[in-house]
């Protein structure tokens, strides 16, 4: 079973409409992120959360909140998709006392109309 | 001074040759660098990383090498296979902050 999950996996949704992308994980890991992936941009970091009681913005976060549910959930929702947030989403983790690696889910694609 | 490099942006490399990608960077507080693998349809996967303290670095044929004068590290690909045929990413980071993720190289080997 993969450790780091997303759903969906691709979504295609209307301008104005309000979508949810979550994310779930069994690494027992601390620390969860989600990156946006435009082509020709590498990843940007939305937001990020350290613990269950922290929640910080990336560079990107305007547009964009998140949810962390539990250590092992942080969603992401777009209040209003516009279409200029079309892209591949990924959700991250990493221990914070094990090293620096983040280990990356298989993506949501998502498309705005 | 949060921004990182890479180049070039995609590379063809025949089977058997040497690929190698560039990055630059320009926070002299960043202390590891790493480089990520990825395939179409998966995340990124951690390939190699190095910290500063040491100017290369190698894992069977995939290799860093690092430069801290010149605030630059690169990835070299010994005999390439088309399996190696990917998106690679850069990267650095530093405690206290977060990764910053360089803009990515397609590389297609040829078979």
């Known amino acids: 079973d993969a450790d780091v999950t997303q759903t969906p996996r691709n979504r295609i949704t209307k301008t104005g409409k309000r979508i949810m992308l979550e994310c779930s994980q069994t690494k027992g890991h601390d620390r969860m992120y989600w990156y946006r992936q435009d082509p020709g941009l590498g990843l940007q970091l939305i937001y990020y959360?350290?613990?269950?009681?922290?929640?910080n913005k990336g560079e990107i976060s305007d547009g964009y909140s998140v949810s962390r549910q539990a250590q092992a959930k942080f969603s992401l929702s777009l209040e209003s998709a516009i279409p200029n947030q079309t892209a591949l989403y990924f959700c991250?983790?990493?221990?914070?006392?094990?090293?620096?690696?983040?280990?990356f889910g298989p993506g949501t694609r998502l498309t705005v109309l | 001074q949060q921004q990182v490099k890479q180049s070039p942006q995609s590379l063809i490399v025949q089977k058997g040759g040497i690929s190698i990608i560039n990055c630059a960077y320009e926070?002299?507080?960043?202390?590891?660098f790493p480089w990520y693998q990825q395939f179409p349809g998966k995340g990124p996967a951690l390939l190699i990383a190095i910290r500063p303290d040491v100017s290369e670095k190698k894992e069977g044929r995939f290799t860093i090498s690092f430069n801290k004068s010149a605030k630059q590290f690169s990835l070299h690909i010994m005999d390439s296979q088309p399996g190696d045929s990917a998106t690679y990413f850069c990267?650095?980071?530093?405690?206290?902050?977060?990764?910053?993720f360089g803009p990515g190289t397609r590389l297609s080997v040829l078979p």
């Open positions: 959360s350290f613990d269950v009681k922290d929640i």
């Open positions: 991250a983790t990493s221990d914070a006392t094990g090293g620096n690696e983040q280990f």
């Open positions: 990267a650095a980071y530093n405690y206290g902050q977060n990764f910053v």
């Open positions: 926070n002299t507080a960043f202390d590891y």
